[in-house]
C-alpha cells in the first residue's frame, strides 16, 4: 500500500477543521465561563449592596422605634408611638429580607441570629418601659436602669450590624480578587488560542489552495485525457461504459452510442436499452455472458452481433473488469469494439486455409503420383531399354544407338528429379520432431551415405567437434548430404576435392544476416576447393530449379539447395553462399545455439 504523507492527505485538513472547531468551542467556553464569572461578581456587589442597605434600614427602624418611645415619655403624645408601632413590621421584614439575602453564608447567618437576640431584647424592654409608664409603677432608678439596658442593646445591634457590614465588605473583596485573578490571565489565554487558530486556519488555507491549483492541473489533465481518449475511441473503433456497483447504474461514452449508430448521449445508458440493440440469435448469449458481471471480477472477452439503428449488422467484442476508485466504491469498466472487419478477415483466412489444406492434399496425391505411378513407367522404360541394350544394340544404327543412350541418360535424370522433389516435399510435409542429436554423428552418416562417390573423387573431408544440439535429426543428416555432394559434384576435374567443415559459436552482432537480438549461433562453414561461382549468383542457387550450369556440363536438378535452404528455415537458422570462381564456395550455416 502507497504510503502518503500526513500534511498531503485530506485527513489533514479534517484533522485541522475539527481542531479549529475544538479551539473555537474552548475560546467560547472561557468566554462564557468569564461571562458567568461577572455575572456572578456583579450579583454580589449588588448583594452586598442590599444588604448593607438593608442593614441600614435595619438599624434606622429600631432607632425610630426608640425615638417614638422616648419622645412619647417626654411628651406624653401618642403621636410620637406611631413610629414605635410601625418599626415592629418594618424591623421585622428588614430582618427578613437580609436574612434571605445573606441565605448562603454561614456567618452572616449566625450573625443574624445573635443581632435577632439583640433586637428582641431592645423591643422587649421598650415595650416594657411604656408598660410601666403606662400603669405608673416605674420610679427614677428603674428607668435609668432600663435606659441604660436598652443603650447597651442598641449598641450591641449598632456593633453586630457593623460587624456584618464588614464581613459582608470581606466576602466581596475575596469574590472581587477572584474575578481578577480569573480576569488576569483570560485575554493572555484566549490571545493564544486564537493565534493558534489563526496558525491552524492559515495553514488550511496554504494547503486548501495549493490543492485546488493541483485540482485545476488535475482537471485540465483529464480534460486533455479524456478528449484524448474520446478520440481515440473514434480512432481505434471502440467504445468504454462504466457499471457503478453500489447504484447498478450505467454510464456510456459517447462512441458507445456511435457504434451502434446513435447520437451520443441519445437515451438513457442501461443494459436493457443495449440489449435492444442485440441480434436476436446472439440475445440469450450475450445475456449468459453478462449476468455474473456483479458477481465476477472480470468480463472474459467474448464476440457478437448486434444490429446498428440503420439496420447494418456489425460484429461487436466486449470485455471489463472490476476497479477499485479513489473513493473506496467499486466500480465496473468495460470496452465494446467493433470487430466486424476482424471477423470478415478471420473468416477470409479461415476459407484460405481450407483452400490450402485442399492444395495440399492435392500436393500429397501429386506426391504419391509421383512416388508411385509416376515412377512405375519410368522403371519399365529403363527396363525395356536395358533388354534393348543387351539384346539389339549392336543391330542398331550409331544414329540408333545415339538415341538410346539420350533415353536412358534422360529417363536417369527424370528418376533423380522425382527422387529430388520427393525429398522436398518430405521436407516441407513431415512432422518437425525436435530432439538432442549430436551433430559429428549426423556427418559421419552423410559422408558414409556418399562414400562411394568420396572414395571415386578421391576427396578430403576434414572437420571439427561439432555440438550437440535440439534438432530435425534426418534434415540435418539431409543438409550434411546436400551441401557435401554439391561440393563434390562441383569438384575441379584435375584436382581432388578439398571440403573443411568448421563451427564456432558467435554472437548474433557478428554477423550481418543475423537479427539484432541476444541470441548466440553456432556458424558451421563448409569450403572446398571446387570451381566456385560469380558472387552476383549467390542469392539465386537455393531457388527452386535454379541451376547456373547447363544440364550437360553437371548433373543435378536445381533441388538440392532449395531443400537446404528449407532444412536451415525449419531450424529458424540462415544460410548463405560465397562464391570465388575457379576459386572454390563456402556455405555458412547459422543455427541457434538454445
Given at each position: 500500500?502507497?504510503?502518503i504523507?500526513?500534511?498531503k492527505?485530506p485527513?489533514?485538513l479534517?484533522?485541522?477543521?475539527i481542531?479549529?472547531v475544538?479551539?473555537?468551542f474552548f475560546i467560547g467556553?472561557?468566554?462564557f465561563?468569564?461571562?458567568?464569572?461577572?455575572?456572578k461578581?456583579?450579583?454580589?456587589v449588588?448583594?452586598?449592596?442590599e444588604v448593607n442597605i438593608e442593614?441600614?434600614c435595619l438599624?434606622?427602624?429600631?432607632k425610630?422605634?426608640?425615638?417614638g418611645?422616648?419622645?412619647y415619655?417626654?411628651s406624653?403624645?401618642?403621636?410620637?408611638l406611631?413610629?414605635?408601632?410601625?418599626s415592629?413590621k418594618?424591623?421585622k421584614?428588614?430582618?427578613k429580607?437580609v436574612s434571605?439575602?445573606t441565605a448562603?453564608?454561614?456567618?452572616?447567618?449566625?450573625?443574624?441570629?445573635?443581632?435577632?437576640?439583640?433586637i428582641n431584647?431592645?423591643?422587649n424592654y421598650?415595650?416594657?418601659t411604656?408598660?410601666l409608664h403606662?400603669l405608673?409603677?416605674?420610679?427614677?432608678?428603674?428607668?435609668?436602669?432600663?435606659l441604660?439596658?436598652?443603650?447597651?442593646?442598641?449598641d450591641s445591634?449598632?456593633?453586630?450590624?457593623?460587624?456584618m457590614?464588614?464581613t459582608?465588605?470581606?466576602?466581596?473583596?475575596n469574590r472581587q480578587?477572584?474575578?481578577?485573578?480569573?480576569m488576569?490571565?483570560?485575554?493572555?489565554?484566549?490571545?493564544l488560542?486564537?493565534i493558534v487558530?489563526?496558525?491552524l486556519?492559515?495553514?488550511?488555507?496554504?494547503k486548501m489552495?495549493r490543492?485546488?491549483v493541483?485540482?485545476?492541473?488535475t482537471?485540465n489533465?483529464?480534460?486533455?485525457a479524456n478528449e484524448a481518449?474520446n478520440l481515440a475511441?473514434i480512432?481505434?473503433?471502440?467504445g468504454?461504459?462504466?457499471?457503478?456497483l453500489e447504484?447498478?447504474q450505467?454510464?456510456?461514452?459517447?462512441?458507445?452510442y456511435r457504434?451502434?449508430?446513435?447520437?451520443p448521449q441519445s437515451f438513457?445508458?442501461?443494459?436493457?436499452?443495449?440489449?435492444?440493440f442485440v441480434?436476436?440469435d446472439?440475445?440469450?448469449?450475450?445475456k449468459q455472458?453478462?449476468?455474473n458481471?456483479?458477481?465476477?471480477?472480470d468480463?472474459?472477452p467474448?464476440?457478437?452481433?448486434i444490429i446498428?439503428?440503420?439496420n447494418?449488422i456489425?460484429?461487436?467484442?466486449?470485455?471489463g473488469r472490476?476497479?477499485n476508485?479513489?473513493?473506496g466504491?467499486?466500480?465496473?469498466?468495460?470496452?465494446t469494439?467493433?470487430v466486424?472487419e476482424e471477423v470478415y478477415?478471420k473468416?477470409?483466412?479461415e476459407?484460405?486455409?481450407r483452400?490450402?489444406?485442399?492444395?495440399?492434399?492435392?500436393?500429397t496425391?501429386?506426391n504419391?503420383i509421383?512416388s508411385?505411378?509416376?515412377q512405375?513407367p519410368?522403371r519399365?522404360i529403363?527396363?525395356?531399354m536395358?533388354?534393348?541394350v543387351?539384346?539389339?544394340y549392336a543391330?542398331l544404327s550409331p544414329?540408333?544407338?545415339q538415341?538410346v543412350?539420350?533415353i536412358?541418360?534422360?529417363?536417369n535424370?527424370?528418376?533423380?528429379?522425382i527422387?529430388?522433389?520427393?525429398?522436398?516435399?518430405?521436407?516441407n510435409?513431415a512432422?518437425?520432431?525436435?530432439?538432442?542429436?549430436?551433430?559429428n554423428?549426423l556427418?559421419?552418416t552423410?559422408?558414409h551415405e556418399?562414400?562411394?562417390?568420396i572414395?571415386e573423387?578421391k576427396a578430403?573431408i576434414?572437420s571439427?567437434?561439432?555440438p550437440?544440439?535440439n534438432v530435425?535429426?534426418?534434415?540435418?543428416?539431409?543438409?550434411f548430404?546436400?551441401?557435401?555432394?554439391n561440393s563434390?559434384?562441383y569438384?575441379k576435374e584435375?584436382?581432388?576435392?578439398?571440403?573443411?567443415?568448421?563451427?564456432?559459436?558467435?554472437?548474433?552482432?557478428?554477423?550481418?544476416i543475423?537479427?539484432?537480438?541476444n541470441?548466440?549461433y553456432?556458424?558451421i562453414?563448409?569450403k572446398d576447393?571446387g570451381i566456385g561461382f560469380?558472387?552476383?549468383y549467390?542469392?539465386k542457387?537455393f531457388?527452386l530449379?535454379n541451376?547456373?550450369?547447363?544440364k550437360?556440363?553437371?548433373?543435378?536438378t536445381?533441388?538440392g539447395?532449395a531443400?537446404?535452404?528449407?532444412i536451415?528455415e525449419n531450424?529458424?537458422?540462415f544460410?548463405v553462399?560465397?562464391?570465388?570462381l575457379?576459386?572454390g564456395?563456402?556455405?555458412?550455416?547459422?543455427l541457434?545455439?538454445e
Amino acid at each position: 500500500m502507497k504510503y502518503i504523507p500526513l500534511h498531503k492527505s485530506p485527513l489533514f485538513l479534517k484533522i485541522i477543521f475539527i481542531v479549529s472547531v475544538a479551539i473555537i468551542f474552548f475560546i467560547g467556553g472561557i468566554t462564557f465561563k468569564h461571562i458567568t464569572v461577572l455575572k456572578k461578581s456583579s450579583a454580589w456587589v449588588s448583594n452586598s449592596y442590599e444588604v448593607n442597605i438593608e442593614l441600614e434600614c435595619l438599624i434606622s427602624y429600631i432607632k425610630d422605634a426608640e425615638t417614638g418611645q422616648r419622645g412619647y415619655l417626654l411628651s406624653k403624645d401618642e403621636s410620637f408611638l406611631t413610629p414605635y408601632n410601625n418599626s415592629k413590621k418594618l424591623v421585622k421584614q428588614s430582618f427578613k429580607r437580609v436574612s434571605i439575602l445573606t441565605a448562603n453564608s454561614r456567618t452572616q447567618q449566625s450573625n443574624l441570629k445573635k443581632l435577632l437576640y439583640f433586637i428582641n431584647k431592645k423591643q422587649n424592654y421598650l415595650s416594657k418601659t411604656l408598660y410601666l409608664h403606662e400603669l405608673g409603677m416605674y420610679d427614677e432608678k428603674t428607668f435609668k436602669n432600663n435606659l441604660i439596658i436598652e443603650k447597651k442593646t442598641m449598641d450591641s445591634i449598632r456593633l453586630k450590624i457593623e460587624d456584618m457590614i464588614s464581613t459582608q465588605k470581606t466576602l466581596l473583596q475575596n469574590r472581587q480578587q477572584d474575578y481578577e485573578a480569573t480576569m488576569n490571565y483570560t485575554p493572555l489565554l484566549i490571545y493564544l488560542t486564537l493565534i493558534v487558530t489563526l496558525i491552524l486556519i492559515t495553514i488550511a488555507f496554504i494547503k486548501m489552495n495549493r490543492d485546488l491549483v493541483l485540482l485545476r492541473k488535475t482537471i485540465n489533465t483529464l480534460s486533455v485525457a479524456n478528449e484524448a481518449n474520446n478520440l481515440a475511441e473514434i480512432v481505434g473503433g471502440f467504445g468504454s461504459w462504466h457499471l457503478n456497483l453500489e447504484t447498478n447504474q450505467y454510464t456510456f461514452s459517447d462512441n458507445e452510442y456511435r457504434l451502434i449508430g446513435c447520437d451520443p448521449q441519445s437515451f438513457e445508458a442501461t443494459r436493457a436499452t443495449f440489449l435492444k440493440f442485440v441480434h436476436p440469435d446472439d440475445l440469450e448469449f450475450v445475456k449468459q455472458n453478462t449476468s455474473n458481471i456483479l458477481n465476477d471480477n472480470d468480463l472474459p472477452p467474448f464476440t457478437y452481433r448486434i444490429i446498428r439503428k440503420d439496420n447494418e449488422i456489425r460484429y461487436f467484442r466486449s470485455l471489463g473488469r472490476i476497479v477499485n476508485i479513489a473513493s473506496g466504491n467499486k466500480t465496473f469498466i468495460g470496452t465494446t469494439s467493433d470487430v466486424t472487419e476482424e471477423v470478415y478477415a478471420k473468416n477470409l483466412v479461415e476459407e484460405r486455409n481450407r483452400e490450402l489444406e485442399s492444395s495440399n492434399k492435392e500436393l500429397t496425391a501429386f506426391n504419391y503420383i509421383a512416388s508411385h505411378d509416376l515412377q512405375e513407367p519410368l522403371r519399365k522404360i529403363e527396363i525395356f531399354m536395358s533388354r534393348l541394350v543387351s539384346k539389339d544394340y549392336a543391330n542398331l544404327s550409331p544414329a540408333g544407338q545415339q538415341y538410346v543412350a539420350s533415353i536412358q541418360s534422360s529417363a536417369n535424370r527424370m528418376r533423380v528429379l522425382i527422387k529430388d522433389l520427393l525429398h522436398f516435399s518430405r521436407i516441407n510435409k513431415a512432422e518437425k520432431i525436435f530432439e538432442e542429436a549430436d551433430l559429428n554423428y549426423l556427418l559421419e552418416t552423410a559422408k558414409h551415405e556418399l562414400a562411394p562417390t568420396i572414395e571415386e573423387k578421391k576427396a578430403l573431408i576434414e572437420s571439427n567437434e561439432l555440438p550437440t544440439l535440439n534438432v530435425i535429426p534426418f534434415q540435418i543428416q539431409q543438409l550434411f548430404i546436400n551441401l557435401i555432394s554439391n561440393s563434390l559434384k562441383y569438384s575441379k576435374e584435375n584436382s581432388s576435392p578439398t571440403i573443411k567443415i568448421n563451427c564456432e559459436m558467435i554472437d548474433a552482432h557478428e554477423a550481418e544476416i543475423l537479427p539484432d537480438n541476444n541470441i548466440k549461433y553456432y556458424k558451421i562453414t563448409f569450403k572446398d576447393n571446387g570451381i566456385g561461382f560469380e558472387q552476383e549468383y549467390a542469392a539465386k542457387i537455393f531457388i527452386l530449379f535454379n541451376r547456373l550450369h547447363n544440364k550437360n556440363e553437371y548433373q543435378g536438378t536445381g533441388i538440392g539447395l532449395a531443400i537446404c535452404q528449407k532444412i536451415v528455415e525449419n531450424h529458424k537458422g540462415f544460410i548463405v553462399a560465397k562464391g570465388e570462381l575457379n576459386v572454390g564456395s563456402t556455405f555458412t550455416v547459422y543455427l541457434p545455439a538454445e
